[in-house]
């Protein structure tokens, strides 16, 4: 199975919200069932459903489906960025804990991605330090 290919019924999205035309133009294309999540998100009966096709299951998180006047460390919560419009994330760290464990739980994790990780509140502490002496040498 070298070099093959997703087919779209094997991709769930959980979180998803706030698409451009292009990526729902994109998901359409290649024939993604997808839902936009705004207010509840997929019951964990789905998704362990889904997962029932599967003998393995690979987890991609993208950091910015969490609320960022929960979470500080996404790209919606930097108020300097003027953003792409898509839109930040509802869901919060109790939701996205309980579908993590429902995957965890219900199936064989062979991957786990994290993608948008942006600690801002890191880098400003780290500007901070470099200017004291304490920290310099």
Do not use: W
């Not at 990526?23 to 024939?31: G, I, S, V, Y």
Request: with cysteine.
């Amino acid at each position: 199975m070298k070099n093959r290919k997703f087919r779209p019924e094997e991709i769930l999205y959980v979180g998803l919200q706030g698409l451009h035309d292009y990526q729902e133009k994109f998901l359409k294309d290649r024939k993604v069932n997808y839902s936009v999540q705004t207010e509840a998100f997929l019951p964990e009966g789905e998704i362990k459903d889904f997962m029932g096709n599967f003998d393995h299951i690979l987890v991609h998180l993208d950091i910015d489906v969490l609320d960022a006047a929960r979470f500080h460390s996404t790209y919606f919560a930097n108020e300097m960025l003027v953003g792409d419009g898509s839109g930040g994330g509802k869901m919060t760290m109790e939701e996205l804990s309980d579908i993590l464990k429902c995957i965890t739980e219900n199936a064989d994790v062979v991957g786990f991605t994290i993608a948008e990780y942006l600690p801002f509140d890191e880098h400003k502490l780290h500007d901070m330090f470099a200017g004291i002496e304490l920290f310099i040498d």
